[in-house]
């Protein structure tokens, strides 16, 4: 599969994500997170999916596998200010809220220099 149809497809399936996780099935959002996590996608789609998979996790008890996917993400700078909201919603799931306010802040730096 060529890198042009991987990312087309990422876009695909975090449609899907999106869709499972909005009706609150957290065993299909767990699913379809772990085919875009194996795929080469935009890196853009791998934090939303990895952020609301965080979110799913959780719901369903699982905050020692949600804490260390959100680790892997959270490592990373990220260049819009939707990334590091998306990380503020996972670590207020976690109940993390140092990590969430962190995270707030530099989405409002980015917000603002993008105004600039």
């Known amino acids: 599969m060529s890198k042009e149809e991987e990312v087309e497809l990422g ?7 999106r869709q499972s996780f909005a009706r609150g ?6 699913r379809t997170y772990e085919q875009i996590a194996g795929m080469k996608t935009d890196r853009a789609v791998r934090l939303e999916a ?8 959780v719901a ?3 905050r020692s596998a949600a804490r260390h996917l959100l ?4 490592k ?5 200010p939707a990334h590091y909201e998306f990380l503020a919603r996972a670590y207020l ?5 140092k990590g969430a306010a962190d995270a707030c802040n530099r989405a409002e730096e980015l917000r603002l220099a993008e105004m600039k």
């Open 93 to 97: 799931d976690l109940k993390q809220y």
């Open 60 to 62: 369903i008890q699982q």
């Open 25 to 30: 099935d957290w065993d299909e959002t767990t």
């Open 11 to 17: 876009k695909q399936l975090i449609g899907e994500l």
């Open 71 to 74: 680790k892997i993400v959270a």
């Open 76 to 80: 990373a700078e990220y260049k819009k």
């Open 50 to 57: 990895t952020c609301l998979a965080v979110r799913a996790l």
